[in-house]
């Protein structure tokens, strides 16, 4: 198991961290720079494109198992892998999350180029999460009415796809919690279930990887920006791995259902309070702005790096209690853990709401002072006002 982790891992980590400044090089004349703008605070055009790198890193270990290479024995690493994918089941669900996020990424990178209209997004996000769930990625939430599991499952591809792009507002944060969400996903699957899905292990590995060779370049002060074709394509692979690896019949008792909850809390809390603040405001909720979980750290006065460290942290620690969900042995306790990451969130919710009343109540200098307006200066990345941000 060592050996499969470790070159998985690396394999796509090398891929990533090596493609990444080709990409950045490239970046103008593709067209992928993200330009100042009203809405935007960095200062300065900066290269986007960064998911074609992650794409690249997830791209090559597929390529390398299609082709059953046996380069330093991955054959013999890759056994358990290749053995599941002779399940015709499992290897349609994968089949379908792989035509699904290739789909994806180039709408994400269509936006990035030409800046599509939100609404033709989600029509296509719509029709991707609608066509990959009756492929067979259905979390069936235990209800004898397949139509429940369909309809859960679709707003679940959705809501976690727009979160991950609501959450790429700041350097090495998208990525960051892509890579946490990832591997602890990993060790709930090989270390936590009776009988691993290899392939989502697999899958989520080279994710892991690959957004670990970017963060190379992609952490604070960035060269390089992911755009919506990353941050669509790790949203999206999040939501149906998940899904292929909770919801697999061997995954252990039924109270397991929330662990993706857990581990992704962080992001669905970012996009439920960014759609109530825009909704409250009376705006739409497709216009980017500064209201993210993020902004509002850097508005109580953290620096942006603190503000990522901090986020990247609470996901740690709710994916910690996923974890936990596959120790506990009942609904009772499973119910506690979702307790605390609620209360855990609230808390966040409550010192975030006061210090921005608390802000917003001082004289200007004061707040100046305090690092109230701090976001005039920093280095974020940044999407076109139209974005769904």
Same mark, same amino acid.
């Given at each position: 198991?060592l050996s499969?982790?470790?070159v998985?891992?690396?394999?796509?980590?090398?891929?990533s =961290?090596?493609?990444?400044?080709?990409?950045?090089?490239?970046? *103008?004349?593709?067209?992928?720079?993200?330009?100042?703008?009203?809405?935007?605070? @960095?200062?300065?055009?900066? *290269?986007?494109?960064?998911?074609i790198?992650v794409?690249l890193?997830?791209?090559?270990?597929?390529?390398l198992?299609?082709?059953?290479?046996? /380069?330093g024995?991955?054959?013999r690493?890759?056994?358990p892998?290749?053995a599941?994918?002779?399940?015709?089941? #499992?290897?349609m669900q994968? $089949?379908a999350?792989l035509?699904?996020?290739s789909?994806?990424?180039?709408?994400?990178l269509?936006?990035?180029?030409w800046?599509?209209s939100?609404?033709?997004?989600?029509?296509?996000?719509?029709? =991707?999460?609608?066509?990959?769930?009756?492929?067979? /990625?259905?979390?069936t939430v235990?209800v004898?009415?397949?139509?429940?599991? &369909?309809?859960?499952t679709v707003?679940?591809?959705?809501?976690?796809?727009?979160?991950?792009?609501?959450?790429?507002?700041?350097?090495?944060?998208?990525a960051g919690?892509g890579?946490?969400a990832?591997?602890?996903?990993?060790?709930?699957l090989l270390?936590?279930?009776? #009988?691993?899905?290899?392939m989502?292990?697999?899958a989520?590995l080279?994710?892991?990887?690959?957004?670990?060779?970017?963060?190379?370049?992609n952490?604070p002060?960035a060269?390089i920006?992911m755009?919506?074709?990353?941050?669509?394509?790790?949203?999206? $692979?999040?939501?149906t791995l998940?899904?292929?690896?909770t &919801? +697999?019949? @061997?995954s252990?008792?039924?109270h /397991?259902?929330?662990? *993706?909850?857990?581990? $992704?809390? /962080?992001?669905? +809390?970012?996009?439920v309070?960014?759609?109530?603040?825009?909704?409250?405001?009376g705006?739409s909720?497709f216009h980017?702005d500064?209201? @993210?979980?993020? @902004?509002?750290?850097?508005?109580?006065?953290?620096? %942006?790096a603190?503000?990522v460290?901090?986020i990247?942290l609470?996901?740690?620690?709710t994916g910690l209690?996923?974890?936990?969900? +596959?120790?506990v042995?009942d609904?009772t306790?499973?119910?506690l853990?979702?307790?605390?990451?609620?209360?855990v969130?609230?808390?966040?919710?409550?010192?975030?709401?006061?210090?921005r009343?608390?802000l917003s109540?001082? %004289?200007?200098?004061?707040r100046?002072?305090?690092?109230?307006?701090?976001?005039?200066?920093?280095?974020?990345?940044?999407?076109? =006002?139209?974005?769904a941000?």
């Open positions: 198991m499969f982790v470790t998985t891992f690396l394999m796509a980590f090398a891929t =961290v090596l493609a990444t400044p080709v990409i950045r090089r490239l970046a *103008p004349a593709l067209g992928l720079v993200d330009q100042p703008g009203h809405r935007k605070v @960095h200062i300065t055009p900066t *290269p986007m494109g960064g998911g790198a794409a890193g997830l791209l090559i270990p597929v390529i198992l299609t082709l059953g290479l046996s /380069v024995g991955l054959t690493v890759w056994e892998v290749t599941a994918f002779s399940d015709s089941e #499992q290897r994968m $089949l999350v035509a699904g996020g789909i994806l990424f180039l709408v994400g269509a936006d990035d180029r800046n599509l939100w609404k033709m997004r989600l029509g296509l996000q719509v029709a =991707v999460a609608a066509g990959v769930t009756l492929a067979g /990625v259905r979390a235990f004898a009415q397949p139509w429940i599991g &369909f309809a859960v707003l679940w591809i959705l809501i976690l796809t727009n979160a991950l792009n609501f959450l790429d507002n700041m350097d090495g944060l998208s919690i890579v946490i990832s591997l602890m996903s990993v060790g709930i270390l936590m279930v009776r #009988q691993p899905h290899w989502v292990a697999f989520l080279t994710l892991g990887g690959s957004l670990s060779g970017f963060l190379v370049w952490r002060p060269s920006f755009g919506d074709c990353g941050s669509n394509l790790i949203g999206f $692979l999040l939501a998940t899904v292929c690896g &919801f +697999y019949e @061997h252990g008792s039924r /397991v259902i929330l662990a *993706p909850l857990c581990i $992704l809390a /962080v992001p669905l +809390y970012d996009f309070s960014v759609i109530l603040i825009r909704l409250k405001e705006r909720p980017g500064k209201s @993210h979980f993020s @902004h509002r750290l850097v508005e109580l006065g953290l620096r %942006p603190h503000a460290l901090t990247h609470a996901t740690l620690m209690g996923a974890l936990l969900l +596959y120790k042995q609904w306790g499973a119910c853990i979702l307790a605390l990451i609620c209360c969130l609230c808390v966040v919710a409550i010192l975030e709401t006061v210090g009343r608390s109540a001082r %004289p200007a200098e004061q100046a002072a305090a690092g109230g307006e701090a976001s005039d200066t920093i280095q974020v990345e940044s999407v076109p =006002v139209n974005s941000v």
